[in-house]
């Protein structure tokens, strides 16, 4: 059984939901210490100039290290009517927006207290149109109690994984031969984004990677898991 970890993010990457896809099991990583600056209240979108950042506010004066569980969304800055105008002005006229402007309309017309709630109902929702089966968890649920390579192996004990499948980015600080030593096998994701027909490319003739998976959905709609899964995106053992 394959196991993936990773904090919740917003709107997130295709990159994100691949590996989700080549896994059994899923677990959100809420007890880890948020990072501003990173993916976790923020994404692109494709705009007929390029990409733009697309923001969620929080509150972070006078409260410290925050873990990802913990981080409330500043909602007096009017960024859910922000957002949803964005979504209006640079993909309504994409061939499958109007086929899940519905729901992004209700998530922009909610008041969110708590940054952990919207981006996983925003995921959740993806995992469904993209028909993505994996078990999903909270790391919280789990009782976790370590850091780091420890913690990855703790959550493969629980869920009964013999495989953790990594981002790219766990060659930075995983420890190997510690996964070896625990009979887990250790493998890393190779992700080769997909090109498809975006919006405003017969205007620049450029495809933009790495836009928060809105793009592809807007644009391909239900055959979205298709053009995800032919990407060419394959593991690599550590």
Known sequence: MIVTVHQPQYIPWLGYFDKIDRSDCFVFLDQVQYKAREYQNRNMIRTDKGPLWLTVPVVSKGRGRQKICDVMIDDNSGWRKRHWRSL???????????????????????????????????????????????????????????????????????????????????????????????????????????????????????????????????????????VLRGAGAGLNAA
């Not at 789990?142 to 869920?159: E, F, K, S, V, Y």
């Not at 980015?169 to 996964?179: S, V």
């Not at 027909?197 to 959905?217: A, I, V, W």
Request: proline share 1%.
């Open 88 to 226: 209006q002005t640079w993909y309504g006229r994409a061939e499958f927006f109007r086929d899940y402007a519905g729901f992004f309309e209700a998530v922009y017309s909610r008041r969110w207290e708590r940054l952990i709630d919207l981006n996983v109902c925003i995921i959740r929702f993806f995992l469904k149109v993209f028909g993505i089966r994996a078990a999903v968890y909270f790391e919280s649920e789990l009782n976790i109690h370590a850091g780091r390579t420890d913690r990855i192996i703790q959550i493969c004990r629980r869920l009964g994984a013999d495989t953790y499948l990594s981002g790219t980015g766990g060659k930075n600080y995983l420890e190997e031969r510690r996964f070896n030593e625990a009979g887990i096998r250790l493998q890393y994701q190779d992700f080769i984004h997909p090109c498809y027909k975006q919006r405003y490319t017969e205007k620049d003739g450029l495809f933009f990677p790495n836009m928060s998976s809105l793009d592809l959905l807007f644009n391909k709609g239900g055959a979205s898991i298709n």
